[in-house]
């Protein structure tokens, strides 16, 4: 769906990001081969009605996470989303027995995930569904349900494998708070995801001089703020992770109705944010938030839904599917991560510090 054959070779992130479109396709097509495992999830989710939902991870798997949680809660689940450090070292008997924990993680080898693993394996009392790209892992090993996202390897920043987290979590949504059977839940994403494949690979059209252009937007700016609210949470913390682990920017991330409460005092020609509005009820609010902003002298982006009413600078995102909609919006931010990145390192996207899986605390 995209080509990749004019790159560098050791350009692995913006690689990875045009693969997108194909990560999203295959998520969708390997969805029609896993409907017995969510046949048996929503059997587990049966029989722990009442009982809170609980769904954990660290990284970019918690944020793609934060956004399943605000559709689930609106639906009117019983749903609490919570890092797996935190899970793990604090909170594991707050899990009650036959309770059921959803765990996202793109390797299933991150040292937190692993210890929660092996906790629940040792209670035996609580059902361990697992997302994870393959099934090769500790985490996919120990889960009553193993769901496989079909990314492919990854060696960058968080972009292949959020992606096709979404669309596993977008079916999670279907089934588990629109309460649709499986074959439909998955019959309506991988629909979803074919389209939203497709726009995708549209918008990645001229990929790099659109980072070029967001350069030039996020320029004189000494910090970055990024901001959503509903499932733009999700996208929001997303973005702000790839920026710290790209570009090595101090970026902000964060709730929109949180900025306000003291962040706002950071308005001015040093700070440029983007706000994240995916949410119809809140398009008013995300709007009011953009032009203090933008008086304020900040640079100000909006990537989402249409606004007719704001003349600020614009990245439209015709809305599809709320979960895999989150991953779409994080293109851009994407982009200025790898235009900032190629700015300042030979090897954008490589982690000098950490690792692409933290496999120690």
Do not use: Y
């Not at 969805?31 to 954990?56: H, Y």
């Not at 440029?272 to 709007?287: C, I, K, M, N, T």
């Amino acid at each position: 769906m995209t080509s990749v054959e004019l790159l560098a070779p050791e350009d692995a992130f913006l690689t990875e990001i045009l693969q997108q479109p194909d990560a999203i396709s295959a998520a969708g097509l390997g969805l029609l081969a896993q409907t017995e495992l969510l046949t048996e999830l929503k059997a587990l989710a049966r029989r722990a009605s009442g009982l809170p939902l609980v769904l954990t991870g660290m990284g970019s798997s918690l944020d793609a996470l934060q956004a399943l949680d605000s559709t689930l809660a609106r639906a009117g689940v019983n749903v609490t989303t919570i890092n797996t450090a935190e899970l793990v070292h604090f909170r594991l008997p707050s899990v009650q027995p036959h309770g059921v924990v959803v765990a996202v993680s793109q390797s299933g080898l991150s040292a937190e995930i692993v210890r929660l693993a092996d906790e629940l394996t040792v209670r035996g009392d609580v059902e361990l569904i697992a997302v994870t790209n393959g099934r090769d892992n500790p985490l996919a090993r120990s889960a009553r349900v193993s769901l496989d996202m079909m990314a492919g390897a990854e060696a960058g920043p968080a972009t292949k494998t959020f992606a096709a987290t979404t669309v596993l979590l977008s079916a999670l949504g279907r089934l588990l708070g629109d309460r649709l059977d499986p074959q439909t839940a998955v019959t309506l994403t991988s629909g979803t995801a074919e389209r939203s494949a497709l726009a995708l690979a549209a918008a990645l059209d001229g990929a790099r001089e659109q980072a070029s252009d967001l350069c030039r937007w996020a320029d004189g700016s000494s910090t970055i703020a990024i901001v959503g609210r509903g499932v733009a949470i999700g996208t929001a913390e997303l973005g702000g992770l790839v920026l710290k682990e790209a570009a090595r920017v101090a970026a902000l991330s964060m709730d929109g109705a949180e900025f306000r409460h003291g962040p706002l005092e950071l308005a001015g020609p040093s700070l440029a944010v983007v706000v994240v509005s995916l949410e119809p009820v809140s398009l008013d609010l995300d709007r009011r938030l953009m032009v203090d902003l933008s008086s304020g002298g900040s640079a100000v982006l909006a990537v989402g839904l249409a606004d007719s009413q704001s003349d600020v600078r614009r990245v439209i995102i015709e809305p599809i599917d709320a979960l895999i909609d989150t991953a779409r919006a994080a293109l851009p931010l994407q982009l200025l991560a790898w235009g900032l990145a190629q700015e300042r390192h030979p090897h954008p996207g490589r982690f000098l510090v950490g690792s692409k899986v933290t496999t120690q605390e």
